[in-house]
């Protein structure tokens, strides 16, 4: 006799990234994968720079969030704003960034 789960493969447990990403793409409109992209490539997005005082936050309704760590490179950041969706927009297939919107937050 052969051992068969007792409920079907629908009442099985769901893995964690799984649920992540549903609740990601329900929040945000995005996946926990293209955040990631995000994050990892975020020196190629913005420069060398530039990425050592800023990081992405999330994305949400197609805008990218960014904090920058004071308000001289969220001014910088404002001014390369074009460039960031076009680098963006490159490297995350999935997603299409229209607009970002950057705050600062001064650092103790």
């Not at 990601?24 to 060398?48: D, P, V």
């Not at 004071?70 to 969706?85: G, N, P, T, Y």
């Amino acid at each position: 006799m052969s051992w068969e789960p007792l409920y079907g493969e629908e009442k099985q447990p769901k893995k964690i990234n799984t649920l992540l990403n549903t609740i990601m793409y329900k929040l945000a409109g995005t996946s926990t994968g293209e955040i990631e992209q995000i994050f990892s490539n975020w020196e190629l997005i913005i420069g060398e720079k530039l990425a050592e005082y800023s990081r992405p936050t999330h994305i949400k309704n197609n805008c990218l969030y960014i904090q920058a760590d004071d308000s001289v490179i969220a001014k910088e950041l404002q001014w390369r704003s074009k460039e960031v969706i076009e680098q963006t927009n490159k490297l995350v297939s999935n997603t299409l960034i229209e607009e970002t919107k950057i705050s600062s937050k001064k650092q103790k």
